[in-house]
């Protein structure tokens, strides 16, 4: 009996101590949002309307085990009161009632929390990897599942590098992140009036780019 129990603790201990092990390969990153951008494109028979942030417009952050990016998670969030498409009573027009109504901070933030990466095998330092990003896109504190299609690359800087760059906010370890993903207004229960069919479409085209730094 003694050696079925002592037997039993440690194969406890050594569960206990691969997932510690897991949970310590994993790094934490936040976004550098100066060198970060997201758009928002609208693709109507009359008109065409690109939507524009970066920099303080942005917020995230990322955890990930370069051997195990597949389970990778984090969040991003876009803040709409930034987003401007070169018209001012355009973009006054979308942050208020039907559309986005920012007025209202759950509304002020359209957000993605990543769930799981399909990538073809461990993040290697200065490789493109294709990726489909799977997560929850919140739009209008209306969340529905999405899959983003886009590249990671994992930059890893030598000693001498991070003093050439540390200035610009580069660390030893970074992340390029570069996503596509659609949506539509009514996935977010928002309808375009019909009256504006021609010039605003009800799909949604969505693109990031996105730097995110080991702190």
Known sequence: MSRALTAAALAGLAVTAAATTAAADALSFKLL????????KSDAPLETVVGHTA?????GELTVDPARPQEARGTVKVDMNTVRTGVDKRDADMRAKPYLETDVEGNRWVTFDVKHVEIAGPLEPGKPMPAKIRGVLTVKQKPVERVADGTVTY???SPEQVEQQKRFGFTSDNIKVRTRLATTFTDHAMQVPQLLILKLANDIFIETDLTFIKP
Not at 55 to 59: K, M, P
């Open 33 to 40: 949002p100066r060198y970060s951008y997201a758009t928002f």
């Open 55 to 59: 920099d303080t417009g942005l917020q």
């Open 155 to 157: 930059i890893k800087l």
